[in-house]
């Protein structure tokens, strides 16, 4: 219950965008919903005057439109008759619909009768607004599809009747394909009619009007059920046992709150019914559901239909624990250091990053992280949830990006190259430890799983570390970028698994480390380096200390006799230019100890080694071109 809670405190801090619709890119739009509304595409828009009589229509493309909803609408399916109280299709709001060859499967139970009368009560009741007045007293004349046809919004064929499909034959003489025809709907019949009123007192559009919405809210809150004790607020407040769908998309039909099965096991011997189970009041479900849409379209990241989402209640921007350094810091709007020496100033930016968004408030906010996902069409759960102190969310995710951390120059993408020295985003580290073809459904998998070792400071699980340096440990199987993207990442997963036994390993070289593993790596390094020195810069084929890599990490001292030997002639290619990585090859085999110096698979800190080393050489390299 504490996540709907918290989305039902997230509603009521943000009632000022309540009804206000944003656009997201060029084609998405999200809107944080008045209670009893949903959204609905509509395909024809209907303008009213104030007298109550048709001004004008038009089609229209992709609409979505803010509709006024009951309980029963929200769940109609079948031939269930549960009119929209005011926008709704063509069966609905058209009292001619049958004369234009609408079909009605029950002659006694007529749509229109039920909208219409509806729709009366509301114009007529205390509540009801001069625009709403103006729509019941037009569509009461029940002539909507003549005025359509007459306007050339509908198109009638030869028998006078509604146009089920486009005919070509018809183009010529209607001079064109009609608009309603590329509108979205399945038909004419099936098309979704929206109401405006030209009223020269209230300019808003009627499904962007706040006095329509409060209108509406007020008077649907008299025809709510019994009242019942409320599980969230813990108070008696009209209660609810339908909930809503459309959580993620308009075609979501996912619940995360449903109790229809009276004839399965969900009530067998436990309870008689579902609010014995639970109480949720119906303002704490439109108000939580409506949150979480509106959360979800705004800033939720969804893959493969699980949405991760990270929210804080004052509605202050808050970091994502699924975010690398970079996106860390352009979030805060600081600026980017290109090229970290040691890592350092970078992690220090990265501190002050995660520092800005601290607040001096006068209470504590709170930081909410949410995983959902549904197993079926109708079935959806919450996978994972957190709610933190901000200041304690904050703590954790600076803790993971200083130990997590290593130094990355990689691609993101085909434009852009970033080096940065901080923990890489859970996306790429699900492409690090399973390939860059790896299925949505794997990447959303290892993703959730690794929100708890940000969040809860819970150990790296260990076959994700082992699947990444074993992919790492075989370059060979990969393109060289790829390689190094996935070399970079491994290595700072090792970081954070030795970081957890207590054992601290950085970026810079440790000369002085007597570690087996961490000394092959550093004679990998030196081989690759002194190659790559006589191959010269035209020459992209693989080193092989990078051909046999793999075969190292397994037998390392049967492997480095082989690498050895083949390294002579690219020494004897070189000359004295080889002379300080041959005596550096010579000066880390001194450092072993003679009974390490066998062919026991190397741990993870080989990688760690070969990283290091290869840095300082090539970085050594740049400061010293002659040598």
């Given at each position: 219950m504490s996540w709907l809670l918290q989305l039902h405190q997230t509603y009521d801090d943000n009632l000022d965008q309540v009804g206000k619709t944003v656009k997201k890119g060029e084609d998405r739009e999200y809107?944080?919903?008045?209670?009893?509304?949903?959204?609905?595409?509509?395909?024809?828009?209907?303008?009213?005057?104030?007298?109550?009589?048709?001004?004008?229509?038009?089609?229209?493309?992709?609409?979505?439109?803010?509709?006024?909803?009951?309980?029963?609408?929200?769940?109609?399916?079948?031939?269930?008759?549960?009119?929209?109280?005011?926008?709704?299709?063509?069966?609905?709001?058209?009292?001619?619909?049958?004369?234009?060859?609408?079909?009605?499967?029950?002659?006694?139970?007529?749509?229109?009768?039920?909208?219409?009368?509806?729709?009366?009560?509301?114009?007529?009741?205390?509540?009801?607004?001069?625009?709403?007045?103006?729509?019941?007293?037009?569509?009461?004349?029940?002539?909507?599809?003549?005025d359509l046809v007459s306007e050339e919004v509908l198109v009638l064929d030869k028998n006078q009747q509604l146009l089920e499909k486009w005919d070509k034959s018809y183009e010529e003489q209607l001079g064109g394909k009609p608009a309603i025809f590329s509108s979205g709907a399945t038909d004419q019949y099936s098309a979704f009619v929206r109401f405006n009123v030209f009223h020269p007192e209230s300019i808003d559009d009627v499904w962007k009007d706040k006095q329509m919405f409060d209108s509406f809210i007020a008077f649907y809150n008299e025809k709510l059920g019994e009242e019942d004790i409320c599980f969230v607020k813990g108070e008696r407040l009209p209660s609810t046992e339908r909930h809503a769908n459309k959580i993620r998309h308009a075609a979501d039909k996912a619940k995360l709150i449903s109790a229809n099965d009276n004839t399965g096991f969900t009530f067998r011997g436990r309870f008689k019914t579902s609010k014995e189970a639970v109480g949720i009041s119906y303002e704490v479900s439109q108000k939580a559901h409506n949150a979480l849409k509106w959360l979800i379209h705004r800033q939720g990241k969804t893959i493969d239909e699980r949405v991760f989402l990270v929210w804080s209640n004052d509605n202050s921007p808050v970091p994502n624990p699924d975010d690398d350094a970079v996106d860390m810091m352009r979030h805060s709007n600081r600026e980017l250091e290109r090229d970290p020496e040691t890592g350092q100033l970078f992690a220090k930016e990265v501190t002050k990053a995660i520092g800005g968004y601290r607040s001096d408030l006068k209470y504590q906010p709170e930081v909410n992280i949410l995983v959902l996902d549904s197993a079926t069409t109708g079935r959806m759960a919450v996978l994972y949830y957190r709610n933190l102190n901000k200041e304690l969310y904050l703590d954790r995710l600076e803790e993971w990006h200083q130990f997590c951390a290593w130094e990355h120059r990689y691609k993101r993408d085909e434009k852009e190259f970033i080096s940065f020295f901080g923990a890489p985003a859970t996306k790429d580290i699900a492409f690090a430890a399973y390939g860059p073809r790896a299925s949505d459904k794997v990447v959303k998998g290892l993703m959730e799983r690794m929100l708890?070792?940000?969040?809860?400071?819970?150990?790296?699980?260990?076959?994700?570390?082992?699947?990444?340096?074993?992919?790492?440990?075989?370059?060979?199987?990969?393109?060289?970028?790829?390689?190094?993207?996935?070399?970079?990442?491994?290595?700072?997963?090792?970081?954070?698994?030795?970081?957890?036994?207590?054992?601290?390993?950085?970026?810079?070289?440790?000369?002085?480390?007597?570690?087996?593993?961490?000394?092959?790596?550093?004679?990998?390094?030196?081989?690759?380096?002194?190659?790559?020195?006589?191959?010269?810069?035209?020459?992209?084929?693989?080193?092989?200390?990078?051909?046999?890599?793999?075969?190292?990490?397994?037998?390392?001292?049967?492997?480095?006799?082989?690498?050895?030997?083949?390294?002579?002639?690219?020494?004897?290619?070189?000359?004295?230019?080889?002379?300080?990585?041959?005596?550096?090859?010579?000066?880390?085999?001194?450092?072993?100890?003679?009974?390490?110096?066998?062919n026991t698979p190397l741990t993870e800190k080989y990688l760690l080694g070969f990283y290091s080393q290869r840095r300082e050489l090539y970085k050594k390299k740049e400061e010293e071109p002659n040598q």
């Open positions: 809107t944080l919903l008045p209670i009893s509304h949903t959204t609905q595409n509509a395909h024809i828009e209907v303008t009213i005057d104030e007298d109550g009589d048709f001004l004008r229509a038009k089609a229209l493309t992709k609409a979505s439109t803010v509709i006024p909803c009951t309980e029963e609408a929200a769940s109609r399916s079948g031939s269930k008759i549960a009119p929209y109280p005011l926008h709704d299709k063509l069966s609905y709001v058209a009292g001619d619909f049958v004369k234009y060859g609408g079909e009605i499967k029950n002659q006694d139970d007529v749509p229109f009768d039920t909208y219409i009368k509806n729709l009366a009560e509301w114009a007529n009741s205390p509540y009801g607004t001069e625009k709403v007045k103006c729509i019941y007293t037009y569509l009461k004349k029940g002539r909507l599809i003549e708890p070792c940000i969040v809860d400071k819970r150990p790296i699980p260990k076959d994700i570390v082992k699947s990444a340096f074993h992919r790492a440990s075989n370059p060979v199987a990969m393109e060289r970028w790829e390689w190094e993207k996935t070399l970079s990442i491994t290595c700072a997963l090792i970081r954070k698994m030795f970081i957890e036994k207590k054992e601290e390993w950085g970026v810079a070289l440790d000369q002085h480390s007597k570690d087996r593993s961490y000394l092959f790596g550093r004679l990998l390094a030196v081989a690759d380096v002194l190659e790559r020195g006589a191959l010269g810069k035209d020459e992209t084929r693989a080193t092989n200390a990078i051909r046999y890599m793999n075969s190292f990490a397994k037998n390392p001292s049967r492997t480095w006799k082989t690498i050895q030997e083949s390294l002579q002639p690219y020494q004897a290619k070189l000359g004295t230019k080889s002379t300080y990585l041959s005596k550096l090859i010579d000066e880390i085999s001194d450092q072993f100890d003679i009974d390490d110096f066998n």
